[in-house]
């Protein structure tokens, strides 16, 4: 039996995402990066920002410092998230479920060397 569903691939959802306070450089040095998600997960879940971080680090991130962005399984302390220039915190973080032509920003607010 195959392992393959027809016709069960969730259509991609459009959604910019954006890159600052010098996390643009673990993405090749790009801050916009207009991509499309599944909108569902593998399990049949709506996608949401917890499933979009590892998308990132796996489809965008060209650095292999992956903790500079994520520290266990989530988005690194210091680093702001707006969704459509709101607090992530008022759409409920991680469990925001991506919405068509949302933009979703990550702010780093740490700045070392």
Same mark, same amino acid.
């Given at each position: 039996?195959?392992?393959?569903?027809? /016709?069960?691939?969730?259509?991609?959802?459009?959604?910019? $995402?954006? +890159?600052?306070? &010098?996390l643009e450089l673990? +993405? &090749?040095?790009?801050r916009k990066h207009?991509?499309? $998600? %599944?909108?569902?997960?593998?399990? /049949? =879940?709506?996608? =949401?920002?917890?499933?979009?971080? %590892?998308?990132? $680090?796996?489809?965008?991130?060209?650095?292999? #410092? @992956?903790?500079? +962005?994520?520290?266990?399984?989530? $988005? #690194?302390? &210091?680093?702001?998230?707006?969704?459509?220039?709101?607090?992530?915190?008022?759409?409920?973080?991680? @469990?925001?479920?991506?919405? %068509? /032509?949302?933009?979703?920003? +990550?702010?780093?607010?740490?700045? /070392?060397g």
């Amino acid at each position: 039996m195959s392992q393959h569903s027809t /016709g069960s691939e969730s259509p991609a959802i459009p959604i910019t $995402v954006e +890159f600052t306070g &010098g996390l643009e450089l673990l +993405f &090749g040095n790009e801050r916009k990066h207009k991509i499309s $998600v %599944p909108s569902r997960t593998s399990d /049949g =879940n709506p996608t =949401n920002i917890s499933h979009l971080l %590892p998308y990132l $680090v796996e489809n965008l991130m060209q650095d292999q #410092r @992956k903790e500079m +962005f994520i520290m266990e399984d989530n $988005v #690194r302390p &210091g680093i702001l998230v707006l969704i459509n220039d709101a607090d992530w915190e008022l759409e409920g973080e991680e @469990k925001y479920e991506i919405q %068509p /032509g949302d933009n979703i920003v +990550f702010v780093s607010t740490l700045h /070392g060397g």
